[in-house]
């Protein structure tokens, strides 16, 4: 596709980017194999434990590590070349994943080995999304097409998540799980090769007044004088924590609510990509200007209606449709908030905002986890199921709330700026 033809197009604008369109490239091989390993754990923790709670711990393992660590990862990210704190860290995920797919193709794991090496995994994105999130920006020719970019990134995340989990699901099946991770490690050499291969301004050592603390305060004290961010990043920690943690318990449908097998699993995860692949371009498509806190707000709706009508149907080709609409709904969270927050944080400060939101999404997601399977324990899985699309509408409302407050407050101010000019006048 020539750089005249990619221009026509508002949906693929970002690819006249020669460094991002690299960086897309190798992401989406990769992002395959992270999807297929997601999956392969999912399964293999929950045919050795039959518990949603282990699924819930098994997402506490890879995902509170990186809430612990984030913020400092932020600060690496300000601080350092970001080019090479991503190369290092995808080079450790490399590692980290042959390490896994060793220990299953040895036959002699164990689940707390397998957490281990989630939490493993956890650290090392802790330092690896505020780089390659603050990298994405330098990639970006045209900070235009800053917008276009992040939603295309969201697009190439949930396609690999419904070719990923496919995928997973037939191999498990046919070839056995330790070819899974095997094929998760071989991927992340793509993305290493497209980093090897971008060609980046040169990197420009910056010196630093304040200690780490000292910058994170400063993180901080910038998010409490900036609402707007501080909103989104407060709507993104309440969705991670009461409704993203839904689909630990996807392993439960396919096994005992459709009486189904990998592959069964597979293909409902893949049904919630194809959703939020779906909404991914539907967002790369939008007009430049659309106002995206409405649709965050709508798509809120989407996700918590979808969960609710999946939560209790039976009908396998039925469940199929609802999840694939909260799928749908699903994306906006990280999508939308992801943009806003790049779109409008000051370029100093990115690495830490970030590192931010990195913490609401990887801090509370966990801890959802956990609660939801203790509470799927107490309540049932598909009634807790219910619970997390209810609570994603009353956090629609919220946002209502605050999207009618902030038109008030824009009325004010023109109204105030109209008599000024009346008075002048």
């Given amino acids: 596709m020539t750089t005249e033809t990619i221009k026509k197009f508002r949906t693929f604008s970002a690819f006249k980017s020669r460094n991002y369109s690299l960086y897309f490239a190798g992401q989406s091989v990769s992002l395959i194999g992270t999807w297929m390993q997601k999956t392969a754990v999912s399964w293999v923790v929950y045919t050795m434990t039959h518990s949603t709670l282990m699924l819930g711990l098994t997402l506490f393992a890879s995902l509170f590590p990186s809430f612990l660590f984030s913020l400092i990862g932020g600060v690496v990210s300000d601080r350092y070349n970001r080019y090479k704190v991503l190369l ?28 281990a090496l989630s939490v493993i995994l ?15 920006y330098e990639m970006v020719d045209d900070k235009a097409d800053l917008p276009n970019a992040l939603a295309l990134n969201s697009s190439m995340v949930n396609l690999s998540r419904i070719i990923g989990p496919g995928i997973a699901g037939i191999v498990l099946e046919k070839v056995g799980d330790g070819a899974c991770f095997l094929l998760n490690a071989l991927s992340f050499v793509a993305v290493i090769v497209s980093l090897l291969m971008m060609k980046l301004p040169a990197y420009i050592k910056k010196g630093h007044t304040k200690n780490v603390f000292g910058e994170l305060k400063e993180g901080w004290a910038y998010i409490k004088q900036t609402p707007s961010i501080a909103f989104v990043l407060i709507m993104l920690a309440l969705v991670s924590l009461m409704v993203l943690p839904f689909s630990t318990l996807i392993p439960y449908y396919a096994r005992d609510v459709f009486n189904g097998t990998a592959s069964t699993f597979g293909i409902i995860d893949s049904f919630i990509g194809l959703g939020a692949f779906s909404g991914a371009i539907f967002l790369a498509s939008l007009k430049t200007g659309t106002d995206l806190k409405k649709i965050l707000f709508i798509n809120t709706l989407v996700f918590g209606i979808g969960l609710i009508l999946f939560s209790h149907e039976r009908s396998y080709p039925l469940a199929l449709f609802f999840v694939t609409v909260a799928g749908f709904g699903m994306m906006s969270q990280i999508t939308v908030s992801n943009t806003l927050i790049q779109t409008t944080v000051a370029p100093n400060m990115r690495g830490r905002v970030i590192s931010f939101y990195a913490l609401a999404f990887f801090g509370m997601q966990p801890l959802g986890g956990l609660l939801v399977g203790v509470i799927s324990k107490w309540a049932g899985t598909t ?25 008030l407050k824009k009325e004010q101010e023109l109204l105030i700026t109209d008599e000024h000019h009346l008075g002048a006048v």
């Fill in 88 to 115: 290092t860290t995808q080079i450790a995920s490399l590692i980290q994943a042959t390490l896994l797919a060793v220990l299953i193709s040895l036959k002699h794991h164990a689940v707390w080995e397998i957490l």
């Fill in 122 to 136: 956890g650290i090392i994105n802790a330092f690896d999304v505020p780089a390659r999130q603050s990298l994405e």
């Fill in 383 to 407: 009634d807790t199921l219910m619970g997390e699309g209810i609570a994603a509408l009353l956090i629609a409302l919220l946002h209502w709330r605050y999207l009618q407050k902030e038109k």
